[in-house]
């Protein structure tokens, strides 16, 4: 068995209703994020791949495209946007060209956040 990642930075803005630190967080503001997608499976006998990594690429150039740039409180289906939503919105966008989903982590690099989002059925 064999993970395969790939990982792939984005920035955006976004607002947030929250308990604490209510005024800055309901005001615009921005993150650089991180989002490192893992596959996990066989390789094929004959490639010797999990998955050619120059097609992974794509579907994760499709995704990033989705969010690079963008106000995070616009993107359709995203919800609030917090990293548990990120990482599952990204799942979803991916499950479908990319069967061997194992994972998918958002990081905030900068204030040290991350979560990890294991599908629907873990
Ligand atoms: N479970 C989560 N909690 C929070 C998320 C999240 O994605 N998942 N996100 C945020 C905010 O996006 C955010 O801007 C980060 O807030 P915070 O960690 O409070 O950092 P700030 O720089 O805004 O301010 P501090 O001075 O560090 O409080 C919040 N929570
Ligand atoms: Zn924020």
Redesign the pocket.
């Known amino acids: 068995m064999f993970e395969l990642s790939k990982q792939f930075r984005f920035e955006a803005a ?1 607002t ?1 209703h ?1 308990a ?2 209510v005024e ?2 309901r005001r615009i ?1 921005g ?1 650089s994020y991180r989002a490192e997608v893992t596959l996990r499976g066989p390789r094929d006998p004959e490639s010797g791949m999990v998955m050619d990594l120059g097609v992974f690429r794509r579907a994760l150039d499709d995704v990033r495209d989705g969010l690079d740039h963008r106000f995070l409180d616009e993107v359709a289906g995203l919800g609030p ?6 990482s599952a919105w990204i799942w979803r966008r991916l499950e479908a060209d990319c069967p061997n989903l194992a994972r998918v982590t958002v990081y ?1 690099d900068s ?1 040290g ?1 991350a ?1 990890a989002y294991f599908g629907p059925s873990a």
Not at 81 to 86: F, K, Q
């Open positions: 976004h947030l929250r604490i630190d800055p967080s503001h993150h946007a917090t990293l548990e939503n990120l905030r204030e956040d979560c």
